[in-house]
């Protein structure tokens, strides 16, 4: 798994990359030996930190969501029986902290930043889908669930922006760009040029005023 931030303390970009070693046997586990290697990108060098003390091994969103100055992936907690929690990488002190998720498992769940909020999108297999939106970065109580059915039509992926007062731009997994109205729950195909728009990838970005140039 991998991350990107800006650390402000020392004005650098850095990248964050989460490996482990492949135990490869029937009956152990296969992630083993975790490794946490941060690259400085304007020093120009790598170097390995504390491991982290969440477990890693879950196979979705394995590119981090960088919000509040840290990276975070969806994790397990090995101290909690493998409770679900949000494993945050303070990317100034270099180390792991977690913050408390909305519900007890990660199943069909990835995580993403929108609205400046962190958002945690739960695929319910039922043609609906739950919206998780942290309010108050940090704070537990401040999870607020919004529920959108989306149809056989609209396989939806992730939130890209907000457009005017029309609703949300998200992505499908089959790669269009679809047009989600929250008041009434509807969907329709984001047209361009007269022609539905077709993504292949897409993320969203942050706007800085910090150069990332050397």
């Known amino acids: ?16 990359a989460l490996s482990y070693y492949d135990g490869d046997t029937e009956y152990e586990p296969d992630c083993v030996d975790r490794f946490v290697d941060v690259y400085c990108v304007r020093r120009g060098f790598w170097k390995r930190v504390e491991s982290s003390p969440y477990d890693h091994s879950a196979p979705v969103t394995p590119s981090g969501a960088y919000l509040n100055g840290a990276v975070h992936w969806l994790a397990g907690s090995r101290e909690s029986g493998h ?3 949000i494993a945050a990488f303070d990317l100034i002190n270099e180390v792991f902290t977690k913050i408390p998720a909305p519900n007890k498992s990660f199943e069909y769940s990835t995580l993403e930043i929108f609205g400046g909020c962190l958002c945690m999108i739960v695929d319910r297999m039922d043609m609906r889908t739950d919206i998780w939106v942290m309010k108050e970065y940090g704070l537990a109580d401040s999870w607020i ?7 056989y039509d609209y396989d939806i992926l992730n939130p890209l922006c907000y457009i005017w007062d029309e609703g ?8 269009r760009l679809a047009i989600c109205n929250p008041k009434d729950e509807t969907f329709k195909d984001m047209i361009v040029d007269g022609v539905p728009a077709m993504f292949t990838d897409g993320c969203v970005f942050v706007e800085s005023l910090v150069s990332p140039c050397l």
């Open 1 to 16: 798994m991998h991350g990107f931030g800006y650390d402000s303390f020392i004005d650098d970009y850095k990248v964050v």
């Open 83 to 85: 409770a679900s929690v």
């Open 145 to 151: 669930k919004y529920t959108i059915g989306c149809g």
């Open 168 to 175: 949300v731009v998200w992505m499908t997994y089959d790669g």
